[in-house]
């Protein structure tokens, strides 16, 4: 079955409730908190390959207009986490969600804001 394309509003979208449950889900956390919790660990990891996912869907020339952004990284890291997933340092997922994702959702919410 072939789907049409989705509106890239519904790909960021897609990115911005991502990154809201994995704000939600590490609110209050430290970093042993999070390396001792698993079903957290699950659940984040699962929204950034959402992210990575939605980040890599997004139409060429939407992604080319917008190069700040960082899309590359965030498909990236999904690749890394479907297919090494068993070899996930922890560590690196805390920085990522720690650090980098604030500034990625910064740039897609200004991107999304000015779309709709």
């Given at each position: 079955?072939?789907?049409?394309?989705?509106?890239?509003?519904?790909?960021?979208?897609?990115?911005?409730?991502?990154?809201?449950?994995?704000e939600t889900y590490t609110?209050?956390?430290?970093?042993?908190?999070?390396?001792?919790?698993?079903?957290?660990?699950?659940?984040?990891?699962?929204?950034?390959?959402?992210?990575?996912?939605?980040?890599?869907?997004?139409?060429?020339?939407?992604?080319?207009?917008?190069?700040?952004?960082?899309?590359?990284?965030?498909?990236?890291?999904?690749?890394?986490?479907?297919?090494?997933?068993?070899?996930?340092?922890?560590?690196?997922?805390?920085?990522?969600?720690?650090?980098?994702?604030?500034?990625?959702?910064?740039?897609?919410?200004?991107?999304?804001?000015?779309?709709?």
């Amino acid at each position: 079955m072939i789907r049409a394309p989705r509106d890239p509003n519904v790909y960021l979208k897609d990115i911005l409730q991502a990154i809201a449950s994995i704000e939600t889900y590490t609110e209050g956390m430290s970093f042993e908190d999070f390396a001792e919790d698993r079903k957290t660990q699950d659940a984040v990891v699962r929204n950034l390959e959402v992210i990575g996912e939605a980040a890599k869907r997004i139409p060429d020339d939407v992604r080319t207009a917008h190069p700040k952004i960082a899309w590359r990284p965030a498909a990236a890291m999904r690749d890394f986490l479907i297919h090494d997933y068993p070899e996930v340092d922890v560590q690196a997922v805390w920085d990522t969600i720690k650090t980098d994702i604030l500034s990625f959702k910064a740039a897609v919410q200004e991107l999304y804001d000015k779309r709709n």
